[in-house]
């Protein structure tokens, strides 16, 4: 069965300073790997994904995220924080359709950005 | 404007009282799904549907029922409500089921108090 670990369930970074916020998973085949944001009292909004081909994915806002395929991890990055990146971080793993349908999402990382 | 759009936005009923929370989305879009988000837990996915008249199981489906009779909508059904469904329930849509790579769009949530 897929899963997804964020191990942070809170992240705290001073603004102009880089990010992480980290993601593990396990999936069979090859994983289609996705991070969502979360803003206060709305919905989820895509920022990037992984598919195929080079491991460092650029994405919206500024961020990017690498996928390590022998650490089975998928960090987003982003080299200097704002204040309005505070907000609810998700990573999610869907395998090949060979593998079934359904993206499963980790649990979230709040990051709070500091000024 | 492209979008997901979910009704009603907050409810707070009463246990064994059914009640219908209704999505719709205007992007031609294939697949769509249900996912409850509780706190700690992260999104967990309620039911999807690959296309009209095709819906299956997520990984928490009891209590819930879904139809989908039309392309664009993919109403959610709790025919006896119980405070365990108490949740921030969102409805996302994607295109082309068999693209297990594209990105979901994401309503704006309808939070269920059930008492």
């Known amino acids: 069965a897929q899963s997804v670990a964020q191990p942070e369930d809170q992240v705290n970074v001073a603004e102009g300073n880089p990010l992480t916020v980290k993601c593990t998973y396990s999936v069979s085949g090859n994983p289609y790997l996705f991070w969502y944001v979360q803003y206060p009292n709305r919905g989820l909004q895509f920022l990037l994904k992984y598919i195929t081909g080079d491991n460092l994915v650029k994405g919206s806002y500024g961020f990017e995220a690498e996928f390590n395929k022998s650490q089975t991890s998928f960090h987003l990055k982003k080299p200097s924080a704002l204040v309005s990146d505070s907000a609810l971080y998700f990573c999610a793993v869907r395998p090949p359709p060979l593998y079934g349908n359904k993206l499963v999402f980790g649990a979230g990382t709040i990051l709070r950005v500091k000024s | 404007e492209a979008q997901v759009t979910q009704n009603p936005r907050y409810l707070i009923t009463v246990t064994g009282k059914k009640l219908t929370v209704t999505c719709s989305q205007n992007m031609n879009h294939e697949y769509m799904s249900w996912y409850r988000q509780d706190p700690g837990l992260g999104l967990r996915q309620i039911y999807y549907?690959?296309?009209?008249?095709?819906?299956d199981k997520g990984d928490v489906p009891e209590g819930y029922k879904v139809s989908r009779k039309e392309k664009r909508n993919f109403p959610l059904i709790l025919e006896s409500p119980s405070p365990n469904q108490t949740s921030l329930y969102f409805c996302?849509?994607?295109?082309?089921?068999?693209?297990?790579?594209?990105?979901?769009?994401f309503g704006p949530g309808t939070r269920l108090t059930v008492l």
């Open positions: 549907s690959m296309n009209v008249e095709v819906t």
């Open positions: 996302a849509s994607s295109p082309a089921s068999d693209r297990s790579y594209n990105e979901q769009f």
